[in-house]
């Protein structure tokens, strides 16, 4: 309704995107995602938008170029860099995707869907001992942070640890 009386209010054509990708509905989002974009070259949001919509398509190519440009819009944006590594892990570009969580970790070191990332990265590379070792600096550093505990307790419990895990 807000579009009908109001076609170009940005906030609304996202939100739709949005709904749209929630919805399953990703030509839809990708078609108003694009559009967006193409009147708002320069608004990094309007860029991880797209980006987000490519990689629900699969395309990791497309949604890194994305990822790229709304990182070089918005230098120290922590999510632009987050999002970047997700596009890096699914083309295989293991050691950029590491590259990237560490620095959306060195942006915002209570970012742990990062830190959740990259302990991802390094036990699928066998090294499961860096993963904990990292995990176990950020809960001893932020010992209030519930989700830092369940990563941890995840790792453990993936690595057959059970009763450390429970603690």
Known sequence: ETLRESPGLLLAQHSL????MSLGELPAAKELAEQIVRNNPVNADERMLLGTVYMRQGNAAASR???LIARRLLPGNASAAFDLAQA?????????????????????????QALEGLASLWVERN?????????QQYVATYPNDAPGHLLLGALYASGKQSEIAKN
């Open 17 to 20: 995107a949005e709904l749209q």
């Open 65 to 67: 170029e994305q990822f």
């Open 88 to 112: 890096d892990k699914a083309a295989g570009k293991r050691e950029d995707a590491e590259t990237e969580y560490e620095s959306a970790l060195a942006l915002n070191p209570r970012f742990v």
């Open 127 to 135: 090294q499961r001992p860096k993963a904990l070792a990292r995990t």
